[in-house]
């Protein structure tokens, strides 16, 4: 299933590295950025989350929240976060539902590994409708980050 701009972005509820629950609904009113990555500790999320770490005050000054999803445990984001400094949320989709229903989902990956979270970005404006979706093919790209951005400037 390939999600485009216009569609209401799929509802989720996911717990994050804190271990408080958090739900799509929580970000009713603020654009929300939606960043799913393969494997926390891994080269190529490490550098994506930590460039959206550096440059967290434009998403701020855009009226963005961010959030990471992957499929790791509360534990290891946890722990990424802290080594990382990463001042956002990071939430586990450990049991692998919220990736399958955006269409962010590797059923097979590296290292004979299954189900594992697809790198994507998704903006979503403050009435939850899809602004701006990207699914990337390669674990080794990252999402057009001016593009996400742009977006969010449209949004006001």
């Known amino acids: ?24 609904h929580d970000f009713a009113g603020k654009n929300l950025v939606i960043l799913f990555f393969p494997q926390a500790f891994t080269g190529v999320c490490t550098t994506e989350l930590c460039s959206v770490r550096d440059s967290i005050g434009i998403y701020s000054s855009l009226n963005a929240e961010v959030v990471g999803i992957s499929v790791d445990s509360i534990f290891t984001l946890a722990k990424f976060k802290e080594e990382q400094g990463l001042n956002f949320p990071l939430l586990s989709d450990f049991n692998k539902d919220v990736s399958q229903s955006y269409g962010s989902f590797y059923d097979e990956f590296v290292f004979d590994m299954k189900g594992v979270s697809r790198r994507a970005a998704f903006v979503v404006d403050q009435y939850g409708t899809i602004q701006y979706a990207e699914v990337l093919e390669s674990a080794g790209d990252v999402p057009n980050f001016d593009a996400i951005k742009a977006a969010l400037a449209e949004l006001g």
């Open 1 to 24: 299933m390939q999600l485009t701009k216009g569609q209401p972005a799929p509802s989720f509820s996911l717990y994050n590295s804190e271990k408080a629950k958090v739900s799509i």
